[in-house]
């Protein structure tokens, strides 16, 4: 059995791909006795080497793994609670994500969807547009997302004791509390998480860090010998630098004083602080649930992230070789196959408390081994 040959059993399972899918659906909620009310919704890409030129699907866009330089088709993904496909369809690599959200409903509405009623549909930012979520209430979904932006109105004021305490599965603690704002359709969870404020304390104080000592080469290379000065030239770097800091160069105030053409001094300082560590928004159509629940519904989208990982990590979905469009989305959905069996095996495994990832199941049973002897006895 040569690769070869698997490119084209792959080709031919794509042929029957929404029946593969379909049988699917129904037959890991009857395995495994699984609650299919959330579904999680979220897109990934995956890169190719070479030009293909003649692909129909492959396009430059915002590479997930920062390759840039390649061309790229998209990979979307609907998966339950449990980690499980619902469904998967591959579009073009330039494809804004908020686009795909109305043909993926429509895709899913099969005669074994609606046995259940109207699922939860939890999403991130960038799916989460206004057209998209008027489109789920239209339909009669509850959705649980981060929002695109803050609401406008101003944040009321917070008491301690009227924050909802608990904790993750890691001990961590998070704080919630229900914000009404007249002006929004939806329910809005103030959210405080005690781990995610200090990663992202950390990573602000860095990003300041490396901002403030770029503007002091800046300065470095006014007061230099042959250094930079011309006034176009030090914007040049000034302009390059926010734009590698986007997130912390509008906390500082820089100021430039020049003679003619030549830039004299630099000089900064911070004037405000960056938004509140550690706290965010979640938008909702609930309005009778708590705020652990709510928390806990949205926070199933690590699902779909374990899936892309194990998709792209351990089933080496990137990069794509194949030239043919055809064969490259065979190759995709193969993967994706791949991953159902490999959720099917984890999916066991914890049942029985073993929370294992894909590479290191791998590791281990590559130390077992089978032997199968025959030997004939004297009987015959």
Partial sequence: VTRYHLYEVSKRLYKQKTEIESYLRRRTGELFSLEDQIWIYDLTNTYFEGEKEESEKAYYGRSKEKRNDAKLLSLALVVDRYGFVKYSRIYEGNI????????????????????????????????????????????????????????????????????????????????????????????????????????????????????????????????????????????????????????????????????????????????????????????????????????????????????????KTDLKLRPIYHQKDRASEAHIYGAVLAYTLVNSIRHQLKAQGIHYDWSNIVRMMNSQKVVTTSLQTSGG
Avoid at 293 to 309: H, K, L, P, S
């Fill in 96 to 311: 804004r994500e908020s686009k795909t959200l109305k043909k993926t409903l429509e895709d899913m509405r099969g005669e074994e969807n609606n046995k259940v009623g109207k699922q939860v549909i939890v999403m991130d930012a960038g799916i989460a547009t206004e057209d998209n979520l008027a489109l789920l209430r239209g339909e009669g979904y509850d959705y649980v997302c981060v929002p695109l932006s803050k609401p406008d109105t101003k944040l009321p004021a917070r008491e301690e004791e009227e924050l909802s305490t608990f904790q993750d599965q890691r001990g961590n603690q998070i704080q919630a509390q229900w914000v009404n704002f007249p002006e929004e359709v939806d329910n809005f969870l103030y959210i405080k998480s005690e781990m995610k404020e200090k990663k992202e304390k950390s990573i602000q104080e860095l990003h300041c860090q490396r901002y403030e000592a770029g503007l002091q080469a800046i300065k470095e290379g006014i007061v230099k010998k042959g250094g930079i000065k011309r006034v176009e030239k030090v914007y040049e770097r000034l302009g390059r630098l926010k734009e590698k800091y986007p997130s912390v160069h509008r906390l500082y105030e820089v100021e430039i004083k020049k003679e003619g053409e030549i830039v004299k001094e630099i000089s900064w300082q911070k004037v405000k602080e960056g938004k509140e560590p550690g706290a965010y928004f979640l938008r909702t159509t609930f309005s009778d649930k708590d705020e652990r629940t709510v928390w806990d519904i949205y926070n199933t989208e690590r699902e779909i992230e374990a899936c892309f990982r194990t998709l």
